[in-house]
């Protein structure tokens, strides 16, 4: 209950509004203690993804440099056919690593290897010299059209991207598979049969090329300065690098090349630049100042020290300057051929490898090599889709980044390729907007530096704490609503308890002070002797209805009290219901004729014969109450008239019903007229005296006497039924 001091002198909406204050008085510093809580969870979450992309990103960066590192490895004479095997003494030569077909790729995606002299002229290690027969070296027919294609393919993307000259590749004669020739009529060097020319037409029939013997002459202005040009900012580099040389590119016409996309489609593979991002970098910030206020923070994840010296290197290089035919199948006989081998040692200097990544959207990985003053271009040509794919979607796509997060990859700050947490990778168009919350970046090491890997967060997985955190917020929630709706209800239930009480407390100042009043009146006319003999009798009669008004009055109060205080004073015990009607009727029949009212009882003699087990004053209490009401609302009815009756139920319960013909009681407020003190506001109720306080007490005596109680509406008028179980009829 709350304290009277409290709500005096408030009405339901000062009460509210000061709940209502109350409430937001708690329910704010909760909101934001769970709001930090939950920040603090969400920071807690972001710094561990933040941690295992930064670990991927070592992975990643780690794989790449051995990858490149073994790449750098290779030997100037690897980019040959053929080198010395074992001691140069020996003069044995064998195919280099770098001539195998399939290609052995040192990296993934690697589509062959190649060597651009300072004239500009291609070269690559999967195809023999020119004055080589590749039948003596071990080269069948569709080995050598497989690898022309191959040869062409790698000199027409880098013709188109101005890489070398766009001079073609004559392919070699090779002999008739099917044709024999006896090893000693076998044609020099050189020499080409007809058989032979059938054999070149036939492989340019299976690789659907068209090859131009005596192209148009290179430009002169060639240098190999386009490969130094390669790495710097695009918006630094010529006009013309990476411009596909259309003039000469449309001699090249196989079906593979018609096939890769043009240097333009390529360039649209570009989605922006990485400044153009919308990406929120709070959070990031957050974790990397909390990682350097705490170093053994930072141990945990492995902070990236990727960091590789790269120099120059000298080699020492044997090569073979000449080697005759049969020279060199005496050569892989392990027979004394030195007399047709001359091979020369020679010392060069090779740069380390450089990344690039061409405008026809392919990468090549090059270096330079300085050989008796000439500088030589080596490298490698890689498909970007399968290099990406197996290097970095792959791995990305493995851990639970991949299901949270989006990664970006951009070179040189263009976005190339974004891979969607929703299993999708695509290359984005320059109009895309990338919004999200940044997570981590990074820039690979060298040669890689141009790279940059970007984290960025799609859907941020809950902290290990957030379910409990979301369980304690909705039970506070559930607290607080449900604590306000009671305090509001119970606080409007006290405003109405006590204005009830007020009401009451004047209703009975007037119920007993009218009767006092005309019972002294009366009382000193007869006293002085005013009043003749004629009228005595009418006066004693109003004195005793009267008290017995206060009597009812003062009963019900003392009642109240008693129930009030739990402190109910019952004797119940079995009584015939007969002898109950009977008593009943001997009190109230003197009551009901003076007020003007005709009093009928409907007894059924089943019922008579019965027994309930009731507090005889308790009962009759109660039927006086339902009398005295219904003589004070029904006074102005037609017809004057209450009946009380009792009867038998069919589950052996005795219903006593009492009923009057006045206007009834109003659908809505059937269920409060058994509230304590209610009093509804009908026009009626303000012209009848009362104190509200009758009917709640027939309400709780019949419960306290394990009864019902229950009105209904008759037309006219109003019956209260009253139901208590029976006991087995009497003899």
Known sequence: ???????????????????????LALAIPTAVLIGQAYSQLKWEAFHQYRGLAEELTTRIDERLIDMVNAADARSFTDYTFLVVAGDPSANLVQRSALSNYPVQDDLPGTLGYFQVDSDGAFSTPILPADDSN??????????????????????????????????????????????????AAAPSPGTVLEEEKEAVDSISIQTSARLTVDPEPAPDD?????FDQLNMPRKDAPAELGRANSGNAGMLEMDEVAKEPSTEEKRQNAGGKVADLKLDSSLQKKSEDAEVSSPASSSIFGRRTVARERAKRLEQSTSIETVGSSAVEGAFADEDVSRDIRISTFESEIDPLEFSLLDSGHIVLFRKVWRDGERFIQGLVVDRDIFINDVVTTAFRDTVLGGMSELILAYQDDVILKISADDRSKYPSGNEALDGTLLYRSRLSTPLDSLEIIYSITRLPPGPGAGVLGWVTLVLIIIFTGGFLTLYRLGVSQINLARQQQDFVSSVSHELKTPLTSIRMYGEMLKEGWADESKKQGYYEFIHDESERLTRLISNVLQLARITRNEPQFDIHSTN??????????????QVERAGFELAFN??????????????????????????????????????????????????????????????????????????????????????????????????????????????????????QLLFPGLQAQE
């Open 1 to 23: 209950m709350l304290p009277k001091t409290l709500i005096k002198g408030f009405d339901k909406s000062r009460l509210r509004n000061l709940l209502l204050l109350f409430f």
């Open 134 to 183: 590749p039948l003596e070296l071990g080269i069948g027919d569709e080995d050598f059209a497989d690898r022309s294609r191959l040869a062409e393919r790698l000199q027409v993307i880098l013709v188109d991207n101005r890489l070398v000259k766009s001079k073609a590749r004559k392919l070699q004669s090779l002999p008739d598979a099917n044709l024999v020739v006896p090893a």
């Open 222 to 226: 060639y240098s190999q300065q386009v």
């Open 577 to 590: 219901v007969g002898e109950l009607m009977s008593q009943i009727e001997s009190k109230i029949s003197s």
């Open 603 to 720: 007894r059924e003699e089943q019922a008579d014969s019965a027994s309930i087990d009731v507090d005889s004053d308790c009962f009759a209490q109660i039927v006086i109450n339902l009398v005295d009401n219904a003589i004070k609302f029904s006074k102005d009815a037609d017809n004057k008239r209450i009946e009380i009756a009792s009867k038998r139920s069919a589950d052996n319960a005795i219903a006593f019903t009492v009923r009057d013909f006045g206007p009834g009681i109003p659908k809505d407020q059937m269920k409060k007229i058994f509230t304590l003190f209610y009093r509804s506001e009908s026009e009626l109720t303000r012209e009848t005296v009362g104190t509200g306080i009758g009917l709640a007490i027939v309400h709780q005596l019949v419960v306290a006497m394990n009864g019902k109680v229950d009105v209904v509406n008759k037309d006219p008028g109003v019956e209260f």
